[in-house]
């Protein structure tokens, strides 16, 4: 099993561009989730979904979309990236629910200029 | 919302113990232990359900009074291997029961 994996790890933006992360498990996850991690902030919940179809906003999902066509993939979308954006993003994943253990992918560095 | 964790930062010489606290405002309804290496994912340790619940794993452990709101982490004869940011995490109710949230981060260095 691949478990969690990120596309990209590194990416570069310019003020206004558009991107989107790819996250995709292997493991059949039901519930999937993206935080951002800013130095001193600890891990902020961005969007999760708790199944194809579903999701819901977290702590800070101004700025960002999702969407879960199916239960492998969860995709997060910059809508027009922000200086205030660049940050490390972390995609995981759990079996059903934020009461089991997390597996979290690699994260993406992402910096908008 | 956010957790609070203390303190924000301990060093410790190989062998020693250290104890991370994990207090919330909120009704705490499980608490869950990560840690996190420089430049790598977080990476779990536990999940404390209330009930006053204490688990452990080889040699760190943990204890979570649902009363009191808190949770601490316990690393006992601490590893060059513990160094790294210690994050509690704990679910907050809302449309559908399972957004989550986590603390600050303590950062936690083990000197030889």
């Known amino acids: 099993n691949a478990g969690v994996t990120q596309t990209p790890k590194f990416q570069v933006l310019k003020t206004g561009q558009s991107m989107t992360l790819q996250c995709a498990q292997d493991?059949?996850?039901?519930?999937m989730s993206w935080y951002r991690q800013d130095p001193g902030m600890g891990l902020r919940l961005i969007h999760y979904?708790?199944?194809?179809?579903?999701?819901d906003q977290g702590e800070v999902p101004n700025g960002y979309n999702v969407s879960r066509s199916t239960t492998e993939d969860f995709p997060l979308r910059l809508l027009s990236a922000a200086p205030s954006q660049t940050s490390v993003y972390f995609c995981?994943?759990?079996?059903?629910?934020?009461?089991?253990?997390?597996?979290f992918g690699p994260g993406t560095r992402l910096t908008v200029l | 919302q956010q957790p609070v964790q203390s303190p924000q930062a301990v060093i410790l010489r190989e062998g020693e113990d250290a104890v991370i606290n994990c207090s919330s405002s909120?009704?705490?309804?499980?608490v869950h232990w990560y840690r996190q290496k420089h430049g790598e994912a977080p990476v779990f340790l536990m999940i404390?359900?209330?009930?006053?619940e204490q688990k452990g794993h080889d040699k760190i452990s943990a204890s979570f009074n649902e009363k009191k709101q808190q949770s601490s982490l316990y690393l006992t004869a601490s590893q060059l291997s513990y160094s790294g940011t210690y994050f509690c995490g704990t679910e907050i109710k809302n449309n559908y029961g399972q957004n989550f949230v986590f603390g600050p981060g303590t950062r936690l260095s083990v000197l030889p």
């Open positions: 995981a994943s759990s079996y059903s629910g934020s009461i089991n253990e997390q597996f």
């Open positions: 909120k009704a705490l309804y499980s």
């Open positions: 404390l359900l209330k009930g006053g």
């Open positions: 493991m059949n996850h039901e519930y």
């Open positions: 979904s708790v199944g194809a179809g579903i999701t």
